[in-house]
């Protein structure tokens, strides 16, 4: 039996076709946290009642008289998007170790993809097991925002080699940067927690978390200041730093973002947390992530992206 030899992007892919599923992998492991949200909003986190089957003794839905069909389809619809993911993910890895001239960091970057999957599996499946107790949801959305972020760096990755990092701007800037990604986390943490506490739990009979939302909002805000006020500080010390192109489009990004997530949170409180609000928000919150991600890469750089070797058996040699 003749072995039909695979075509030179699938067994050799290029840095093109690797930056390809790298964006691919960010778009996703994005939109899974807004079909997430979907799925709370519309109080479908219990349409499949089971992990990791639907139903006991079916991996699809069955017709229920206690769950609404829509419910059912939501969530279903989001369990098929977690294997879409999975599946762009373990491609990107691949494609990432194949490719020359092989990069450790890339791969190792990669690698954390469809491992994060499978742990945001586990992390869905023990969600459901405690009826969508409030800080199982929060630990589940958490988890997807660090992996929006290091997809963020994954496509950074794409485009630059394996040096040592050196820095675009300098070292006090970078620890503003730092200060900017603890921030980030922590006004996500208190969205998580305004979420908790308010009316979209993913089903009508999950408890609440018992903390006034009026006070969780006033933190969130807070923090969201902080963020728009570090970014304004690097702002002003950008101008005098010969910042790149890139560091400088990825800050007019991050400043974009933030002002569209702050409208749209705004807005979203004051008509009472509509649903469809809700769901733009988490989407916004997303973008802060990646240009928070992205602006934290182009703070530095990595040398330019290796020459693919001439023979590939040199580079395996090597």
Not at 46 to 53: E, R, S, V
Not at 122 to 144: E, K, P, Q, Y
Not at 216 to 221: A, D, K
Not at 257 to 278: D, T
């Amino acid at each position: 039996m003749r072995c039909v030899p695979l075509p030179n992007w699938i067994s050799r892919p290029s840095p093109r076709v690797v930056r390809a599923l790298a964006v691919a992998v960010l778009v996703t492991q994005s939109l899974i946290a807004v079909t997430g949200a979907t799925v709370r909003v519309t109080g479908s986190g219990l349409g499949c009642p089971t992990w990791p089957q639907c139903f006991p003794g079916s991996m699809v839905p069955v017709s229920h008289a206690e769950i609404a069909p829509l419910h059912q389809v939501i969530e279903f619809g989001n369990r098929l998007l977690t294997g879409v993911v999975g599946f762009i993910a373990l491609a990107c890895l691949l494609a990432a170790w194949r490719c020359l001239p092989h990069r450790k960091r890339l791969v190792r970057l990669a690698l954390i993809m469809p491992v994060g999957v499978v742990v945001q599996a586990v992390l869905g499946g023990i969600t459901v097991r405690v009826d969508l107790a409030w800080w199982s949801v929060m630990v589940h959305f958490m988890a997807s925002a660090v992996l929006i972020y290091l997809a963020g760096i994954l496509v950074k990755a794409t485009a630059e080699g394996d040096r040592a990092p050196v820095g675009v701007v300098p070292p006090a800037m970078r620890r503003l940067l730092v200060a900017l990604v603890v921030v980030t986390a922590a006004t996500l943490v208190a969205g998580t927690l305004v979420t908790a506490a308010g009316p979209h739990a993913g089903d009508p009979a999950t408890p609440r978390l018992g903390f006034p939302v009026p006070t969780l909002v006033q933190v969130h805000g807070m923090l969201v200041m902080a963020y728009v006020l570090i970014l304004a500080v690097f702002g002003v010390w950008l101008r005098s730093a010969r910042p790149t192109r890139s560091l400088l489009k990825a800050y007019g990004a991050a400043c974009a973002m933030v002002l569209v997530q702050g409208a749209i949170g705004s807005v979203q409180y004051y008509l009472g947390v509509p649903e469809a609000l809700v769901v733009l928000h988490v989407a916004a919150a997303t973008g802060v992530i990646i240009t928070t991600a992205a602006l934290w890469g182009e703070s530095r750089h990595r040398g330019p992206l290796p020459a693919p070797a001439s023979r590939p058996e040199q580079s395996l040699a090597a």
